[in-house]
Each structure stands twice: as C-alpha cells, then as structure tokens.
C-alpha cells in the first residue's frame, strides 16, 4: 500500500506541475468529447514504470498504456488522470487511481487528489482511510433525503438515455451532483461527502480503486443490468437499486 500511494503522489505531482502549461498532445480517444493529453500519457508512465520496478512479477492494466502481462496472480488497475477534461478545463476535481486485484478480489486500491492533496487509500480487511483518518460511508436511512453522485457518458446517444434516467430519478433524491471523476466521486461516498453514486463504467481502471474504498468504509457496491456501478451507504442502497430499475423502466 505505501508503494502504491508513493507512486500516486509521485503521479499527481508531475500532474500539478503541468497543469498550468499549456496542454499538449491532445487527440480524442471513443469519441470526439473524449481525450487524452501528454499529461494522461506521462502519468501513465510513470505509474507503470514504477509498478514495474517494485512488482516485476505482477500484471498491470491501465488505461493509456494497455496491458502489461505477469505471472504472480496479481494485476494492478491504473487510471493515471481520472477527469482529463475537469483537467485540461482547469476544474479542480481530478484524480490518480491505483488498484491491485489478486485471486480474490480487490486487495489494495489508493485515489489521489493532488489538488486538495488527499490520499484516499484502502486494503482489504483492514478498512479505508483519508490519510490517516479511518472512513465510514453514509448512515442516510431516506433515499429521498440522499445526496446522489453520478456521470455520463462520452457518446452523445448513451448521455442522452443517461440524462433522461437522471431527470426520473431527481425528484426522489435530495439532490444530484455530476463532478466528473469517477474515482474521487466513489472515494467521496467512502468518506460520506456522497450519499451515494450511480454510472455506467465499462472500465476497470475507472472503479477499481473506489468500489474497494467504499467497501471498506461500510458501503455497499452494486453492478445493475444496465452496467451501471451503484455504490452507497447501507442504508439506502437497495432504496437506490429499485429507484434505478424504475427508472430505467426494468427489472433488472
């Protein structure tokens, strides 16, 4: 864990550092709304070079660098920039996310946010942490009194399906909140600053480290028919689950 955390800080740095420069490198990845800069690229490096150096061994997948085989069982999940468009906007809300899966599971995950400069970290068993300060999710017992974090997609056609989801489900919650950084918004439900969180992820590296936080600190992850990645409190979680699938107009 303190490696992993060394090498998120060591990421968000070189991400503050150029985040004042002029952004450079950028192409468009699924879509055209969906890029990637040199920032993304030179963080994934330096994350995968060094995950390398410690874990020669280990797998590792991360987002712009695509897969790097091993053979001991464990892989790494590694979203260097999580918000590359809060980042290359200029909003602060972005961050480095590192997991580590084994045969069982999610077994370490940490989530950076260099501009605030917390450390959201969590190991399994042992519970979650903002630096040195032990997280507990949300004891809300009233969906309708929730405050709910979600995103959308980056194809205009699926946000567009996601929005009117959202619209549904607005009047039934106290209020929603679209940040834009998947792994800090599920970081923020293990730390109670989100009721709960909703969205559609198809991408391991995007979650990977936030389920394991939100676990940990007494939550509950759910994945819905729709690939949608629903984590809350206990409270209001099943609540939530039946208030999506109304939504969605399904069952599932």
């Known amino acids: 864990m303190s490696v992993a955390a060394a090498i998120a800080r060591a990421a968000g ?27 993304d690229r030179a963080a994934d490096e330096l994350v995968v070079s060094r995950l390398r150096e410690a874990y020669p061994d280990d797998a590792i997948v991360s987002e712009e660098g695509g897969e790097v085989r091993g053979g001991s069982g464990r892989t790494w999940y590694v979203d260097p920039l999580d918000g590359t468009i809060n980042y290359l906007y200029g909003l602060p809300h972005w961050a480095v996310s590192i997991a580590c899966h084994d045969a069982a599971g999610a077994l370490a995950g940490v989530v950076f946010d260099p501009t605030r400069n917390e450390l959201f970290r969590a190991h399994r068993g042992q519970g979650a942490a903002l630096d040195d300060r032990r997280l507990t999710a949300s004891d809300a017992t009233d969906l309708g009194l929730a405050l709910v974090g979600t995103g959308f997609s980056y194809d205009a056609a699926e946000r567009a399906r996601q929005a009117a989801v959202v619209a549904r489900l607005a009047g039934s919650v106290r209020d929603i909140r679209r940040a834009g950084s998947a792994a800090l918004d599920l970081a923020w439900v293990a730390a109670g600053r989100l009721d709960a969180y909703f969205e559609v992820s198809r991408s391991k590296w995007d979650s990977a480290a936030g389920e394991l936080l939100v676990s940990e600190a007494g939550g509950v992850v759910s994945w819905t028919a729709q690939a949608e990645i629903v984590a809350s409190g206990r409270m209001v979680h099943a609540a939530l689950i039946a208030l999506l699938r109304a939504s969605h107009g399904t069952d599932g």
């Open 13 to 39: 740095a070189l991400l503050l550092g150029r985040s004042t420069r002029a952004p450079t490198g950028i192409s468009s990845k699924s879509t055209r709304t969906d890029l990637v800069s040199d920032a």
